[in-house]
């Protein structure tokens, strides 16, 4: 029986079966504290018994997460969570292996891991905290910092360019890609269970606010009176419509997105791109993710994409049992004095 089919025996968990007695070591306001309270609400419902979740970090202020979820873990070093999860997913493929990271743990020095378990797709999740900032080490500028940015370690704006993290995704063929905010809290309860039902890697992009040292990065995304014009909301089989008054759609003229008033009497809800998440092209959720670079243009929150196809643990598990069935098990023993053996006297 797989964890996903099994409960942990006697009552119903509830979110105080998912917190530990530890103190929480972020800074007050920090939103990660929401994405950890999000987490302990979901995970009850999630049908996986609570000894068969895995939290995986590497280092950075969101790598903190498995000391605050009351089931198994392990806090990495620095970059390397994907590559840890992939080993423990493959050893252990009935388990719920989940990663938390941030955009510079995962998208510098972890960079390479992250799109090599995208496109393996090993069946993890992945929960990356973007706040665009190095919080843990005061505030130094990200991979996901943009251009301009004038921090520590750039007192005169940083000349990079940034990781666009869905984009990156996109790129390797992320079975499930998503975005979600630290402030919209059903939200990103929805994201993380939908992730959750995915069978593949499922990468979600949580904006999340560092109050210290990047404080109202994303206001414009999360205050009542300017989200309704900034943000776009994707659901599947439904016109891209946002404004105050729903009075604004997006247009998509062959691959060419324009934003048009609907309230003029020009165009209407049937005029309007419809969103589907299960389109098998890359195309549309690519030019979704190029949105946060365009002016004019509603940051979109939801999934861009999700796909089907093999995951690598699922692979690997069975190439072992064809390979066990034809040949037999194997003899650790026979196979170290095999060939390419030699004495040394």
Same mark, same amino acid.
């Given at each position: 029986?797989?964890?996903?089919e099994v409960?942990?025996?006697?009552?119903?968990?509830?979110?105080?079966?998912?917190q530990?007695?530890?103190?929480?070591?972020?800074?007050?306001?920090c939103?990660?504290?929401?994405?950890?309270?999000?987490?302990?609400?979901?995970?009850?419902?999630?049908?996986?018994?609570?000894?068969?979740?895995?939290?995986?970090?590497?280092?950075?202020?969101?790598?903190?997460?498995?000391?605050?979820?009351d089931?198994?873990?392990?806090?990495?070093?620095?970059?390397?969570?994907p590559?840890?999860?992939?080993?423990?997913?493959?050893?252990?493929?009935?388990l719920?292996?989940?990663?938390?990271?941030?955009?510079?743990?995962?998208?510098?020095?972890? /960079?390479?891991?992250?799109?090599?378990?995208?496109?393996?797709? !090993? +069946? *993890?999740?992945?929960?990356? =905290?973007?706040?665009?900032?190095y919080?843990?080490?005061?505030?130094?500028?990200?991979?996901?910092?943009?251009?301009?940015?004038?921090?520590?370690?750039?007192?005169?704006?940083?000349?990079?360019?940034?990781?666009?993290?869905?984009?990156?995704?996109?790129?390797?063929?992320?079975?499930?890609?998503?975005?979600?905010?630290?402030?919209?809290?059903k939200?990103?309860?929805?994201?993380?269970?939908?992730?959750?039902?995915?069978?593949?890697?499922?990468?979600?992009?949580?904006?999340?606010?560092?109050?210290?040292f990047?404080?109202?990065?994303?206001?414009?995304?999360?205050?009542?009176?300017?989200?309704?014009?900034?943000?776009?909301?994707?659901?599947?089989?439904?016109?891209?419509?946002?404004?105050?008054?729903?009075?604004? /759609?997006?247009?998509?003229?062959?691959?060419?997105?324009?934003? !048009? +008033? *609907?309230?003029?009497?020009? =165009?209407?809800?049937?005029?309007?791109?419809?969103?589907?998440?299960?389109?098998?092209?890359?195309?549309?959720?690519?030019?979704?993710?190029?949105?946060?670079?365009?002016?004019?243009?509603?940051?979109?929150?939801?999934?861009?994409?999700?796909?089907?196809?093999?995951?690598?643990?699922?692979?690997?598990?069975?190439?072992?049992?064809?390979?066990?069935?034809?040949?037999?098990?194997?003899?650790?023993?026979?196979?170290?004095?095999?060939?390419?053996?030699w004495?040394?006297?």
């Open positions: 029986m797989s964890a996903q409960k942990t025996e006697g009552a119903k968990l509830t979110v105080k079966d998912f530990t007695p530890h103190d929480i070591r972020w800074c007050p306001g939103g990660d504290y929401s994405i950890l309270a999000q987490m302990q609400r979901v995970s009850p419902d999630l049908n996986v018994a609570k000894e068969n979740f895995v939290w995986v970090s590497g280092i950075g202020c969101s790598s903190r997460f498995p000391y605050y979820m089931t198994y873990g392990f806090h990495g070093i620095h970059g390397r969570a590559a840890i999860a992939t080993g423990v997913k493959v050893a252990r493929p009935d719920s292996v989940w990663v938390a990271t941030g955009d510079g743990d995962l998208l510098s020095i972890g /960079g390479n891991h992250f799109i090599h378990a995208c496109r393996r797709n !090993v +069946d *993890l999740k992945i929960l990356l =905290f973007n706040n665009r900032i919080g843990l080490t005061k505030g130094q500028f990200s991979p996901t910092s943009e251009k301009g940015k004038k921090t520590k370690s750039t007192p005169y704006g940083a000349i990079d360019h940034p990781f666009n993290p869905v984009a990156v995704a996109l790129g390797v063929d992320t079975t499930f890609i998503a975005r979600t905010m630290d402030r919209d809290a939200h990103m309860q929805l994201m993380m269970n939908r992730a959750a039902a995915h069978k593949g890697t499922a990468l979600i992009e949580v904006y999340q606010n560092c109050n210290i990047n404080d109202g990065a994303y206001e414009h995304l999360t205050e009542k009176d300017q989200k309704p014009d900034t943000t776009v909301f994707l659901e599947h089989g439904k016109p891209l419509i946002f404004g105050k008054n729903k009075d604004k /759609g997006i247009r998509l003229n062959g691959f060419t997105p324009a934003v !048009v +008033d *609907l309230s003029s009497g020009q =165009f209407t809800a049937d005029d309007c791109w419809v969103h589907d998440e299960f389109d098998k092209s890359p195309v549309r959720a690519t030019i979704l993710s190029h949105f946060t670079e365009m002016e004019d243009f509603p940051v979109p929150f939801g999934i861009f994409r999700q796909t089907t196809k093999n995951t690598y643990d699922g692979d690997v598990q069975q190439q072992i049992d064809d390979i066990t069935k034809s040949q037999g098990k194997g003899d650790l023993m026979k196979l170290f004095t095999s060939a390419n053996t004495e040394v006297k």
